[in-house]
């Protein structure tokens, strides 16, 4: 089972750009599908972005055009770059991955492994 450790998020004001990363370690990266996910008080864990192990990638609709997940196989990494951030992007963020050679899921229960989780908080 991989390893997930997160980057720091932060605080950032509307209209501001944050990239999220989290490395991965302990199994064979390019085998995995990444995703992000967040967490707003309250609220269940909602998908946003994932890419799969042969480079497809989804989004939810409300990240579209504004965020965007990216991967390095060399370092074992994810990214997540979101720009045009909005109060409503206000949450705590999850990578996770899922083992094996599928395609994209938006489904949290199929992922495997779960990173620590970082605060993102976006001012208005």
């Known amino acids: 089972q991989v390893q997930l450790v997160q980057s720091a998020g932060g605080l950032v004001q509307a209209g501001g750009s944050l990239r999220l990363s989290c490395a991965a370690s302990?199994?064979?990266?390019?085998?995995?599908?990444m995703g992000w996910f967040r967490q707003a008080p309250g609220k269940e864990r909602d998908f946003v972005a994932a890419?799969?192990?042969?480079?497809?990638?989804r989004y939810t609709d409300s990240v579209k055009g504004r965020f965007t997940i990216s991967g390095d196989n060399v370092k074992n990494t994810v990214y997540l770059h979101m720009n045009s951030l909005k109060p409503d992007d206000t949450a705590l963020y999850y990578c996770?991955?899922?083992?094996?050679?599928?395609?994209?899921?938006?489904?949290?229960?199929?992922?495997?492994?779960w990173g620590q989780g970082t605060q993102v908080t976006v001012s208005s």
């Open positions: 996770a991955a899922r083992s094996g050679y599928y395609s994209v899921s938006t489904y949290a229960t199929d992922y495997d492994s």
């Open positions: 302990g199994s064979t990266f390019s085998s995995y599908t």
């Open positions: 890419i799969s192990w042969g480079g497809g990638m």
